[in-house]
């Protein structure tokens, strides 16, 4: 079974910096994808990044890019010119493949989650 | 679009009562999920569905039903309802390995 870990509780940032959060997990498969989303206060989920395990380039959306590295099994998050909106809980997440024979039909793990709190 | 819609967003229920939770999605998606979040953790898969007529256990499916005659729609169904199935319930669907879309979740508790 996967497991995720999420070793930060909580962090804090100054509004316009720049703040990484950081994800470990344990998988014995080769090919797996990634993901980070966002709960704010509304309780919504939010998709924010994707990351195919089999592509070496780092995934990037707007200010949101990833570290990914495979062979250390670490996924961190790093949000650039942090903005009062970014206030939120991160959850990182694992899924395995569900097409060509997989049979993750799309399932998640998710990690504990950090409370990401963004100061004026 | 719509997206995932779940109902209702907030219920209280009485140890013992029973309820269903309606969850619709307008993506055409085959796989649905429900998850639970307790306080300070991640989300726990609870059922999911591949298709009409398929469902199979999560990780946390005691306690709870499912069903998926549609596409469309996943209801989750508590019977008999424990304070430890107090909790935030999402609803999710997903198109292959694109990721999942939730809905904006149901805060239960049991009293």
């Known amino acids: 079974a996967q497991t995720v870990t999420q070793s930060q509780p909580e962090m804090s940032v100054q509004e316009a910096e720049t703040v990484t959060l950081s994800c470990t997990y344990d998988t014995s498969e080769n090919n797996y994808y990634l993901f980070w989303y966002k709960q704010p206060p509304s309780r919504q989920m939010i998709l924010v990044i994707r990351q195919e395990a089999y592509k070496q380039q780092n995934a990037t959306e707007n200010r949101f890019s990833v570290n990914f590295q495979k062979a250390a099994k670490s996924f961190s998050l790093k949000i650039s010119d942090s903005q009062l909106g970014d206030t939120a809980m991160y959850f990182c997440?694992?899924?395995?493949?569900?097409?060509?024979?997989?049979?993750?039909?799309?399932?998640?793990?998710f990690g504990q989650g950090t409370i990401l709190t963004v100061h004026p | 679009n719509a997206g995932v819609t779940q109902t209702p967003k907030f219920r209280i229920l009485k140890i013992g009562q029973s309820m269903t939770l309606q969850c619709a999605q307008d993506?055409?998606?085959?796989?649905m999920y429900w998850y639970r979040q307790d306080p300070g953790m991640g989300l726990k898969l609870i059922y999911y569905s591949v298709g009409a007529g398929i469902t199979d256990k999560g990780e946390v499916p005691n306690g709870y039903n499912v069903s998926r005659s549609t596409t469309e729609d996943f209801p989750l169904r508590l019977e008999l309802a424990a304070p430890s199935q107090t909790s935030v319930y999402f609803c999710a669907s997903s198109y292959r390995d694109r990721g999942a879309f939730f809905g904006q979740g149901t805060r239960l508790t049991v009293v």
């Open positions: 997440a694992f899924m395995k493949p569900s097409g060509a024979g997989g049979t993750s039909y799309g399932k998640l793990t």
């Open positions: 993506m055409n998606h085959n796989y």
